[in-house]
């Protein structure tokens, strides 16, 4: 097999870091080399040391080279959704969302609207994202095809819902389990497909529903559990009402059994501290979804508060209530957040979280989300530069976070020079790029 060296400035971290002058948390390498054979590194280091005889070099320098981001919470059957005007989640549920996933009822619409989805996700430099499918099984088996075909790996499920959505988008509790075991039979485990069961939200799902639900995770411990928490007020009262035995929100999920650590749960905004609580014992895991929670209205993410009693956090594009399915341009609305909260978020912690921080909450970091001997060669290429007015401001730098934080202000698709998934090219062979 032939290795790939890759030389340029290499960035990948170790841990979360603690504050700005935290060099022990990242490898940061002025003139690096990443060794890549079949589809994973196999040593990392000074260019000056590494064994190239035999090697195709491919240089990089001067851009830096990390590991590709990751997209806790996304929904790829959302794509020709964005930017859909409304004043609310659940307006915005009734008028565009819901009319948008019958769709994928038609033949052939799922595996259309796939492409361009995994085409847009190279593009912005995202290589491994957890989305939620349609209510529909063709959707999923859309949704893992081309991320096999592109041998990304990917996370995903149907959408379990069996009420109040319309009838075209609607399943039963039986039939939502029969359609998600048999997707699980089908796709986990496959390649590097992994599977997460998919209850939509509590408004959505019947108690009937729930306890299908709770049977699933029970027989599939080894797949993830997604869904949505605590994004609007009016969600929050009308899931109280559906469920008036639960003590809150996250009481709801708590009491089918639907908490722990492979449990992702989208928004996580307005908790109270027995919620709070609830999330650090279990291990779950609350998603910041800073550009739909703008976007909708929907509130301000409390970082700072979630940590501090040990609630592991993760971070996402939420498209397409999210207006952007690039990770820098969610970094940068979520310091915007952050900065009307009070809380700072420096330019480290964020590309810790787009990366190994996302990997970490998958419990996937000895595979992806940095770079180092025997994790995935997912990478990407950052330039700093990619446009004239990012040019000038870089050419007043002197340090890395200034880098990043610069990446994350103003950068997007543009600053994404290469991409590779398996350590081979992927968006400088897209079609038309």
């Known amino acids: 097999m032939t290795r790939t060296i890759l030389r340029g400035r290499v960035l990948s971290f170790v841990r979360a870091p603690q504050a700005l002058d935290d060099v022990e948390s990242y490898l940061y390498l002025e003139d690096g080399a990443v060794s890549i054979e079949d589809g994973l590194v196999v040593a990392v280091g000074d260019f000056s040391e590494a064994e190239t005889a ?69 593009r912005h430099g995202t290589t491994t994202a957890v989305a939620y499918c349609s209510s529909h099984p063709r959707s999923v088996d859309a949704f893992f095809a081309e991320a096999q075909r592109r041998n990304m790996l990917m996370v995903g499920g149907k959408v379990m819902m069996d009420r109040n959505a319309p009838e075209g988008l609607c399943d039963t509790a039986q039939s939502g389990y029969d359609d998600t075991k048999a997707l699980i039979a089908r796709w986990h485990g496959r390649g590097r497909a992994l599977y997460a069961i998919s209850p939509r939200f509590a408004i959505t799902s019947t108690p009937e529903q729930m306890e299908m639900a709770r049977a699933l995770v029970q027989e599939h411990p080894e797949c993830y559990l997604q869904t949505h928490l605590s994004e609007n007020d009016a969600e929050i009262s009308l899931s109280m009402e559906l469920y008036p035995g639960s003590p809150d929100y996250t009481g709801i999920y708590e009491d089918y059994g639907l908490l722990g650590p492979k449990t992702l749960l989208g928004h996580s905004i307005h908790l109270n501290h027995r919620e709070t609580a609830v999330l650090a014992e279990t291990g779950s895991v609350a998603v910041f979804c800073p550009t739909s929670n703008l976007f909708l209205g929907s509130g301000l993410f409390d970082r700072e508060r979630l940590v501090t009693h040990g609630v592991r956090v993760g971070i996402a594009t939420d498209i397409g209530g999210g207006t952007s ?109």
């Open 325 to 433: 399915m690039s990770m820098l341009r969610t970094l940068d609305e979520g310091y915007k957040v952050l900065q009307l909260r009070g809380q700072r978020l420096d330019p480290l912690a964020s590309f810790y979280m787009a990366t190994r921080g996302n990997a970490e909450a998958l419990g996937l970091a000895d595979t992806i989300g940095s770079i180092a001997p025997g994790r995935a060669a997912d990478l990407i290429v950052l330039d700093a530069g990619a446009t004239p007015t990012m040019r000038m401001r870089h050419a007043t730098m002197t340090t890395l976070a200034e880098e990043l934080f610069l990446l994350q202000t103003m950068g997007d698709d543009r600053s994404i020079a290469e991409v590779y998934v398996a350590g081979a090219r992927a968006k400088s062979t897209l079609v038309g790029l």
């Open 54 to 122: 035999g090697a195709v070099i491919i240089d990089h320098r001067p851009n830096l080279i990390m590991p590709g981001f990751i997209d806790l919470h996304l929904h790829y059957v959302q794509s020709q959704m964005m930017a859909s005007y409304a004043g609310s989640l659940l307006e915005w549920l009734n008028s565009y969302t819901f009319v948008e996933e019958q769709k994928f009822s038609q033949q052939g619409h799922a595996d259309a609207v796939a492409v361009d989805f995994y085409d847009a996700l190279i």
